[in-house]
């Protein structure tokens, strides 16, 4: 019913077991006929359904969250999940979810990584692991304690440039996106867009920002 309605330009008249519509019409409709759909999962059986119903999959790094072993441990994890895209006659898009630890230096991301870490909430970080021990979820197995403090899947730690590189492996690795994240989110965003968008450009990462296109209101002559 929903896939009708997304598609149709006229108004419907639906009638189900369970619903009744007289003039039905959407608007404004999907782009693509119908929602983009969006699973996240690591396991096996989720990766199943994800493949068949969804079009992005969010992952989590099967190493936890360091970025050597985890980027070593992605290539085959995103490598299973679009094989059991192709086996349904379908492809999708992966996407992770790294926490960014940017300064100008390795030295010093290193010191703000430590000093977070230092500074921890171990109550609050008790509950979280606590509560995932509990879980069956299979995704955040290999996520040591103390990675959990940062938060994110993964770690992407050092200089705008060494960002801009691991951002690079992850493409490499099979990752299609990324959902970045921050420890203190408006600074850190802040400087990422100062230090690390402009490398990504010329990295070929992200797309320049296109010109504004808009004519002043009102213009003076001196």
Known sequence: MLDTLW???ANLNIRTPRWNLHDAFVSPRP???????????????????AVRHSDLVFITSPAGAHFDEAIEALPAHTGRIREAAQRVGRRVRTLI??????????REARDYHDA???????????????????????????????????????????????????????????CDGVQLTFFDFEPDLAYFGEAVLPLLVEAGLRHPAPA?????????TP
């Open 116 to 174: 977070i870490v230092a500074h921890a909430d171990e109550g609050a970080l008790d509950g979280f692991v606590g509560q995932a021990a509990r879980s069956d979820a299979k995704a955040w197995a290999k996520h040591k304690r103390e990675q959990r403090i940062l938060g994110g899947n993964l770690h992407l730690i050092g200089s705008p440039e060494q960002i801009v590189e691991q951002l690079l492996a992850l493409k490499r690795a099979g």
């Open 97 to 106: 979810n790294p926490t960014i630890v940017c300064r100008p230096t390795e």
């Open 212 to 220: 504004p296109t808009h004519q002043p209101i009102l213009q003076t």
């Open 31 to 49: 782009r693509y006929h119908r929602p983009v759909l969006v699973n996240a999962t690591g396991s096996a059986a989720g990766i199943e359904y």
């Open 7 to 9: 598609r149709s330009n």
